[in-house]
């Protein structure tokens, strides 16, 4: 019997890369979507534009399944992700995956939130995958600070946080891309332990060999170091909100769904620093 082909969006990112690897190891066909230009669409690469809608029609043709996601940098998430649903919807897809963020379904309101509703009642097959804060935003979004300062500079406070490695979401996206057994739920994604920055630093420094500490920064500083790296108004005001409840305590909650979807433990902050052991140096 045919495989599905399944549909990536974000198939070049940190989760939708490893779900690409995954599939094809499986044997499944994927349509991996850029917003980069391509000289021509092909099976398997295709260009999208979710900013301006570019490119969303051809994406679904013949596809099976599709994962969603909304890249950062775009505050109105529902915006970005609202006409694939729709596409997927008016295609009858077999099944969508749409990863949001741990926390939206607070506010009804939020954009993520609506755009998770939007799919619920879709009438398609879905699962929401909701993830806390990634362990990968240490090798890329805080690196600077480690490597040039020695420090992870964030308004965290002292909240505990149960970190996910964005291995474990890629892994479960594709489980759920495959399998029938968990449809039309929503799961919160998490590590196997909460805490606090000072345990990241001291699990990387044990790596790297060189002393790394967390030094607790303002909101404000946060907020214009996110300008000064190019994100726009919208979005870093919007990171410094969900920082904020970071810091308040509200990505402290450890789950089990990723040992219920896929079967084993999620991976611990010491491996994460182990296996990004060069990112340190
Ligand atoms: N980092 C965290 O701690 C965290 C926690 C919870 C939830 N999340 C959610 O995770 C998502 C990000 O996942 P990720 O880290 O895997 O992303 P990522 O590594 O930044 O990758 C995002 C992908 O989106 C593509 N892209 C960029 N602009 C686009 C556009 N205009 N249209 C279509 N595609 C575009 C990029 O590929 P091309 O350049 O090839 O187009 C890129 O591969 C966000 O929705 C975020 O809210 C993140």
Wanted: aromatic share 8%; no cysteine; charged share 25%.
């Amino acid at each position: 019997m045919k495989k599905d082909l399944i549909l990536v969006v974000g198939a070049s990112g940190t989760v939708g890369s490893e779900i690409v690897r995954q599939l094809k190891a499986q044997g499944y066909s994927v349509r991996a979507t850029t917003s980069k230009p391509v000289k021509e669409n092909t099976e398997e690469l295709v260009h999208v534009n979710m900013a301006t809608g570019e490119g969303i029609k051809a994406a679904f043709e013949n596809v099976d399944k599709a994962f969603l996601l909304s890249p950062p940098g775009f505050a109105d998430q529902y915006a970005m992700v609202s006409p694939l649903i729709q596409e997927a919807k008016r295609r009858g897809l077999k099944k969508v995956v749409l990863m949001t963020a741990k926390g939206v379904n607070a506010n009804p309101s939020s954009p993520f939130r609506r755009a998770e509703l939007e799919l619920e009642s879709s009438g398609l097959n879905y699962n929401i995958i909701r993830p806390n804060w990634f362990l990968q935003n240490f090798n890329t979004f805080w690196i600077q600070g480690i490597k040039e300062q020695k420090k992870i500079l964030l308004p965290a406070g002292n909240a505990k946080v149960s970190f996910i490695d964005a291995r474990d979401i890629s892994t479960v996206a594709t489980k759920l891309l495959v399998s029938e057994e968990f449809n039309n739920q929503a799961f919160d994604l998490t590590g196997p332990q909460a805490v606090d920055h000072d345990y990241v630093a001291a699990e990387i420094s044990k790596v790297s060999g060189q002393e790394i500490k967390y030094k607790e920064t303002t909101s404000d500083e946060f907020g214009a170091g996110l300008l000064a790296a190019g994100l726009p108004k919208d979005y870093a005001d919007f990171m410094v909100t969900i920082m904020g409840f970071l810091r308040e305590g509200y990505s402290a909650a450890v789950t089990d769904s990723v040992k219920k979807i896929t079967g084993r433990d999620p991976i611990a902050v010491s491996q994460y620093a182990q296996d990004y052991k060069k990112s340190w140096m």
